[in-house]
Each structure stands twice: as structure tokens, then as C-alpha cells.
């Protein structure tokens, strides 16, 4: 089955750590994305990719650092100069880069809780 | 600078019911494209449909469709005869470059 993955579904962590989500996909997408979403916010653009070693920061890029040395995968690290990391993160990915017709695919989500 | 919003953050309705949700955005680009999105409990958001700037005609796709109003800003979803099944929160949002714009989302809770 084609899709996008994220692991893990659940994720809690202490104050000050970093912590790494992860993200795959089999799509063959060239671009990738990762959201936060809060309640009542929507979701909101922390990175974004359209190709292998090359990124870019989105609205809420403070905190967050991701990579991209492999098309399937984008994963993405929130650090502890994240003042606010407890949320829900959410990956995606479109077909072609840069092409504002293609809808994205999203997988399931991690929900990330710092105690 | 681009805009969506979603002025209904929730709405409860009575299954059979049919409910309308509410999507306005702002955009200065001649070209972009509209998009809605369901998200379910379990949190994956699933794509519903896309509408290009040019295409100004209403969709229906089952139960569900769609009215695009240039004149007026506006993409809104109609769910018509509401099933249980349709609660979920939906999310209206518009690109027209390498990223998407996605409004608050309107949280729709269809009671049996």
C-alpha cells in the first residue's frame, strides 16, 4: 500500500530533550511538509521540502530543524528551544514540487507531550 | 497576503440534517486553487476536493458538494442528508504557489 507513515503515534518526553519524528513515504512525492496543529489553530507550516538536501522554513520554523537526504524520507526534530513543543505533527507530501494543484497527502500523525 | 477563514468553528446538527460550512478566503493571485479536507478522530486529514480559480462551476460528489463564488470569495461544502459518520473537523484551504494555506477548520459533530 502506497501512503505516508509516522512513528510513533504517542510520544512523551522530558522538558530540554530533543526528541526526532519520523516520517516516510512511498509515493514517490518530490515534496514533503510538517504542520503542527494546536486546538482551534489549524495547521500550521514548521518545514517544508521540495527536493533531496534542500529545504525550507515555514511560519513556525523556531525550535524545529528537519532533513532531507532521502526522497521518502523527512523527518523532523523539535528541540529544546521549542518553548511550546506539545502538539499534534502531522507530514505530508504532493507529487510535483512547487505545483500549487497538487493536493497533499497527510499521514496519521504524532501527538508529541512534553512533561 | 493569502487568508483563509472558517467563521463556524463548530456546529452540531441532527443526522438527516443537511449543513452547510462556510469558507472565505483572500488572495491577490489571478491563479490558485481551493481545496477542502476532512479530518476524522484519528487525525489523518483525507482530501475531498480541489477547485482551480477559473472553474467557477458547483460540484456534487454524492452527499457532498461544493459552491466556488469568485465574486463573493467564498468555497462552500454542503453535506446533504448527514450521516453520523460525517463528524469530523474540516479544513478549507488555498494555494497558489509551493504551499497551502489552510484555515482554523470547522469541527462538525452530526448527532444520531
Known amino acids: 500500500d502506497g501512503g505516508i507513515t509516522q512513528s510513533p503515534k504517542y510520544l512523551f518526553r522530558k522538558e530540554g530533550q530533543n526528541v526526532t519524528l519520523s516520517c516516510e513515504q512511498n509515493l514517490n512525492h518530490d515534496a514533503m511538509y510538517w504542520y503542527r496543529q494546536d486546538p482551534g489553530q489549524g495547521l500550521r507550516l514548521i518545514y517544508y521540502s521540495q527536493i533531496v538536501n534542500d529545504f525550507q522554513k515555514g511560519d513556525i520554523a523556531e525550535g524545529y530543524s528537519v532533513s532531507r537526504e532521502k526522497k521518502e524520507s523527512f523527518p523532523l526534530t523539535v528541540t529544546s528551544a521549542q518553548k511550546n513543543p506539545t502538539a499534534f505533527y502531522l507530514c505530508?507530501?504532493?507529487?510535483?514540487?512547487?505545483?500549487?494543484?497538487?493536493?497533499?497527502?497527510f499521514g496519521p500523525g504524532t501527538r508529541l507531550t512534553v512533561l | 497576503a493569502q487568508k483563509v477563514t472558517q467563521a463556524q468553528t463548530e456546529i452540531s446538527v441532527v443526522e438527516k440534517e443537511d449543513v452547510t460550512l462556510d469558507c472565505v478566503y483572500e488572495t491577490r493571485d489571478t491563479t490558485y486553487y481551493l481545496f477542502w479536507y476532512k479530518q476524522p478522530p484519528s487525525g489523518e486529514l483525507v482530501f475531498l476536493i480541489r477547485r482551480n480559480s477559473f472553474d467557477e462551476q458547483n460540484e456534487i460528489s454524492g452527499r457532498y458538494s461544493w459552491n466556488f463564488q469568485k465574486s463573493t470569495s467564498s468555497f462552500n461544502f454542503t453535506i446533504t442528508a448527514s450521516q453520523v459518520v460525517d463528524s469530523a473537523v474540516y479544513f478549507c484551504?488555498?494555494?497558489?504557489?509551493?504551499?497551502?494555506?489552510f484555515g482554523k477548520g470547522t469541527r462538525l459533530h452530526i448527532l444520531p
Open positions: 484551504a488555498l494555494s497558489s504557489g509551493d504551499k497551502i494555506i
Open positions: 505530508a507530501s504532493s507529487n510535483l514540487a512547487g505545483a500549487a494543484y497538487n493536493e497533499q497527502f
